[in-house]
């Protein structure tokens, strides 16, 4: 004969259910959180596939106009010449083709003292509460 507790009802059986769920879901959340995101650069290892083969280009090679390359760069207006800042540099995938781009020298780069054009389209973005917008 059943005794019919509230141990065996259906609702604790779902709710006994859900713990568990969520129980195996907070320790996968704590693991991804803890687990930083893997990067070609820095592990040799894909952070979309996983692979571990990666194509390093030091350098990205940029034609000119004269045939002649340079290394693929920010491109500053100068009075007389064509200025370059910063060098780009990748790391690819080679099984899933991800591609991580790296700027050598963005440390160095200021936004407000380059040429008018480049300080339109670069800006520092930084993980501090926006001053107004949305998220004030
Ligand atoms: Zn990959």
């Given at each position: 004969m059943s005794n019919n507790s509230d141990s065996d009802s259906p609702w604790q059986v779902q709710i006994d259910e859900l713990r568990r769920e969520l129980a195996l879901m907070r320790t996968e959340l704590a693991s991804l959180r803890s687990s930083p995101r893997t990067s070609?650069?820095?592990?040799?290892?894909?952070?979309?596939?996983?692979?571990?083969?990666v194509l390093h280009c030091n350098e990205i090679r940029d034609y000119n106009n004269d045939n002649s390359h340079s290394p693929m760069s920010i491109q500053l207006m100068g009075v007389l010449r064509k200025r370059t800042i910063g060098s780009f540099e990748a790391y690819i995938c080679r099984q899933c083709e991800f591609v991580e781009w790296y700027l050598k020298?963005?440390?160095?780069?200021v936004p407000g003292k380059l040429d008018k054009r480049n300080r339109k389209n670069i800006r520092i973005v930084d993980s501090e509460t926006p001053k107004d917008g949305p998220f004030r």
């Open positions: 070609l650069k820095l592990h040799n290892r894909c952070p979309s596939c996983q692979g571990t083969s020298g963005a440390a160095d780069i």
